[in-house]
């Protein structure tokens, strides 16, 4: 029963020194800030919306979107024009090539577009900085409500009405005592993770759909044990991670392997809740050797 997370990519480079670490922190929230003028006057009015896919299915996207990751874009190709860029809106630029770190920002300007479209604050901007193998910070704004979740190797922090207050999973030892999050059931599109799925939601106290990133803050909170999905992006977890693993979480694929590619993804507050999800969703599992 034992699945421990694995251990992050080894990197021989130098890693970055606490002060660059907190230096970074403190640009990643500039980008927050400038993303939080473009949607906050733009959340709860009249907005036109444009589905990415076309008829086929409503993958819902708005100016919002596509002007707070411009907004983001801007001030990073003005302040470090050697780090490389993945948005969801407005696609990849690679860094620049060299022997210093490979660093890309990792974006989604509006995570919860849904959400965001019918007025429901269960939205935010994800921002993480990746050096290369592993996202070594992450931020998520929700600028309406006014929190923001921080997380890297120094810590993780709700900021939250001028106050700041640590970080911290609670322990839940049995699936019968779980929370759970998942956005929606209808992300399972193949018939064997949902039954997998559908398997763990039998096992655990509560699931609740419907909140995106917030689902995995409120993991980091304390408040929600396990956050469960399929079909992400890099950029709809990798700033979640750092928040997570600093607040003593964990974050794995189905199989327990590197989430930072997306696909199937489990976030777990105590890693023997964690272990045991695993067990009912391993199986379902499309990475797994």
């Known amino acids: 029963m034992d699945n421990p997370a694995p251990d992050h990519p080894a990197d021989p480079r130098e890693p970055l020194s606490d002060a660059e670490l907190r230096r970074l922190l403190g640009f990643a929230e500039t980008l927050a800030d400038a993303a939080a003028a473009v949607t906050r006057p733009h959340f709860r009015a009249q907005l036109a919306v444009e589905s990415k896919t076309g008829a086929e299915a409503f ?3 708005t100016l919002a ?6 907004a983001i874009r801007d001030l990073i190709l003005e ?21 210093a770190p490979q660093m890309t920002w990792v974006l989604d300007p509006i995570d919860g577009t849904r959400s965001f479209i019918i007025g429901v604050p269960l939205w935010g901007t994800l921002i993480a900085l990746n050096d290369g193998r592993w996202p070594v910070l992450g931020v998520a704004d929700q600028p309406f409500t006014g929190e923001r ?8 922090t709700l900021v939250h009405g001028g106050a700041t207050r640590p970080l911290r999973t609670r322990a839940c030892a049995e ?13 399972f599109t193949a018939a064997s993770e949902r039954a997998a799925f559908d398997a763990l939601a039998r096992s655990v106290r509560l699931v609740r759909y419907g909140a995106d990133c917030y689902a995995y803050c409120m993991l980091a909170l304390g408040l929600v044990d396990l956050v469960v999905e399929a079909c992400l992006k890099p950029y709809d977890i990798q700033a979640l991670i750092p928040i997570i693993e600093a607040a ?31 067990e009912l969703l391993a199986p379902a599992a499309s990475d797994r050797p």
Do not use: M, N
Not at 65 to 70: F, I, K, Y
Not at 175 to 187: D, M, N, Q, S, Y
């Open 149 to 156: 979740f921080i997380g890297s190797r120094l810590g993780a």
């Open 175 to 187: 699936l019968k005592h779980a929370i759970v999050g998942c956005t929606t059931p209808e992300i």
């Open 79 to 99: 302040t470090y024009p050697d780090h490389g860029i993945l948005g969801e809106e407005h696609g990849y630029r690679a860094p620049a090539p060299g022997d």
């Open 248 to 278: 003593g979480g964990v974050v794995t694929t189905w199989s327990g392997g590197d989430p930072t590619q997306g696909g199937q993804i489990i976030a777990a507050g105590d890693r023997r809740a964690h272990a045991l999800a695993l």
């Open 59 to 61: 993958d819902p996207v």
């Open 65 to 70: 979107d596509r002007a707070a990751e411009s």
